[in-house]
């Protein structure tokens, strides 16, 4: 079954980083675009990043612009979100799906697939 595996995630202390991985199994995500999203406790899900199937094309929410840095690498399927300067309103389950286009532009949930069970990520002192 098509699925993405989140890890990465863990306890850190503000202005600390983390690095998520997000790897898929029972597909290819070559031609695809890959999307990274939060959940905070009590909050709505939240697109933060997204790179484009080649990954030339990024884009970042303007509340991680700066900090954080998608990337990835098709030939071992996977994708990568670099975390820096974190801060206590990053605490969230981040989660990683695919897009149904190559290109990013939105985090429309209707337009992604195959997500994964979430990784916790924690930023308190």
């Known amino acids: 079954q098509p699925q993405f595996v989140e890890s990465g995630g863990g306890l850190v202390q503000p202005g600390g980083s983390l690095r998520l991985s997000c790897a898929a199994s029972?597909?290819?995500?070559?031609?695809?675009?890959i999307g990274w999203f939060r959940q905070a406790p009590g909050k709505e899900r939240e697109g933060v990043s997204c790179?484009?199937?080649?990954?030339?094309?990024?884009s970042y929410a303007d509340s991680v612009k700066g900090r954080f840095t998608v990337s990835r690498d098709n030939a071992k399927n996977t994708v990568y979100l670099q975390m820096n300067s974190l801060k206590p309103e990053d605490t969230a389950i981040y989660y990683c799906?695919?897009?149904?286009?190559?290109?990013?532009?939105?985090?429309?949930?209707?337009?992604?697939?195959?997500w994964g069970q979430g990784t916790q990520v924690t930023v308190s002192s």
């Open positions: 029972g597909f290819m995500l070559d031609y695809k675009a």
């Open positions: 799906a695919l897009k149904l286009s190559p290109f990013c532009g939105g985090w429309d949930s209707m337009n992604y697939r195959y």
């Open positions: 790179v484009s199937s080649g990954g030339r094309d990024t």
